[in-house]
């Protein structure tokens, strides 16, 4: 895992809004398709301490924003992304993220991202998720789309401008996979922060969520260590403190240890918006950071 995709892992990933065509009616042929398999009938036994996904907390959703995150690798500047919050209808919340490397960390690996993330604001649940990353001369392309029982995410990898063909109908024009997540449930990054403010966060709380990022499932846990005021490029903060633990899922659902991720510490701001306000990881490669750098709310 990259810094800079360790960075964004962190950051809260895409979406657009899913049309009825971008929801199967059917199960793709099942040669696209990997399956959680499992080795019994039986859920696996740790899905019974995942929150339940139909119960958000009473803290309302986040009002629109632009804001600036800037990314440190070590003691490098790495990445800067502009993170958008809108309100696409009155009954979803839309995140969109422009990512970039830049400076010395451009020159030795150069990278450009974009991810759209569209949720229900009801119940804080994921719609669909798209992800688009050029990685010098290559591009890739994502599509992830989430029903309540599975979720299914179907890839695109080729020469530049080739992504732009990309529909969920072009399976006969293009090369892509499908594969098929067989988890109740499943959140995305940018649905499982909305989750996570929308609880109490009183000292000692913790919460567990199985979380899809763009590519794989994940077993995540957070949990509230205390309160403090930080400091970061946007300003002086109270914030709530957690820390993060992540597992990933095996194709057989069982967990296994992710080894590119070491730990994470979070902060997220005391206040009525309870808006990101930094993250701090610890990955193999060393130590990679995110903070806020400025952010502007649409209806103050």
């Known amino acids: 895992m990259s810094p800079i995709r360790s960075l964004l892992f962190c950051l809260l990933l895409p979406f657009t809004a899913p049309t009825q065509a971008d929801l199967p009616a059917s199960s793709p042929p099942p040669e696209t398709i990997v399956q959680l398999e499992r080795t019994s009938s039986a859920a696996p036994d740790y899905l019974a301490h995942v929150d339940s996904p139909a119960r958000p907390g009473e803290f309302p959703p986040p009002r629109p924003f632009q804001a600036i995150y800037r990314m440190r690798w070590g003691e490098v500047d790495a990445a800067r992304a502009e993170v958008t919050l809108t309100r696409p209808s009155a009954e979803e919340i839309q995140l969109r993220v422009v990512a970039a490397t830049l400076g010395m960390a451009r020159s030795l690996w150069q990278m450009d991202a974009t991810h759209i993330a569209l949720a229900k ?53 293009t090369p892509h996979e499908t594969k098929r997540f067989d988890l109740v449930g499943l959140r995305d990054m940018f649905t499982t922060f909305l ?48 820390d993060l633990t992540l597992t990933r899922i095996e194709k057989n659902g069982k967990l296994r240890e992710h080894k590119a991720f070491k730990s994470a510490r979070a902060w997220i701001a005391d206040d009525a918006d309870r808006m990101l306000l930094k993250v701090d990881t610890r990955v193999f490669i060393g130590r990679v950071t995110m903070e806020l750098d400025n952010v502007t709310f649409n209806n103050p």
């Open 195 to 242: 989750y996570l403010r929308s609880q109490p966060l009183a000292g000692g709380e913790s919460h567990t969520i199985a979380l899809m990022s763009a590519k794989n499932p994940y077993l995540a846990t957070a949990k509230v260590v205390g309160r403090e005021t930080i400091h970061v490029r946007g300003g002086r903060f109270a914030a709530i403190t957690l």
């Open 121 to 173: 604001e009801e119940d804080l649940r994921p719609l669909q998720l798209e992800q688009h990353e050029t990685l010098s001369a290559r591009q890739t392309a994502l599509r992830v789309v989430f029903n309540p029982s599975f979720v299914l995410r179907r890839q695109l990898n080729g020469r530049p401008g080739d992504w732009l063909k990309f529909s969920p109908d072009s399976a006969a024009e």
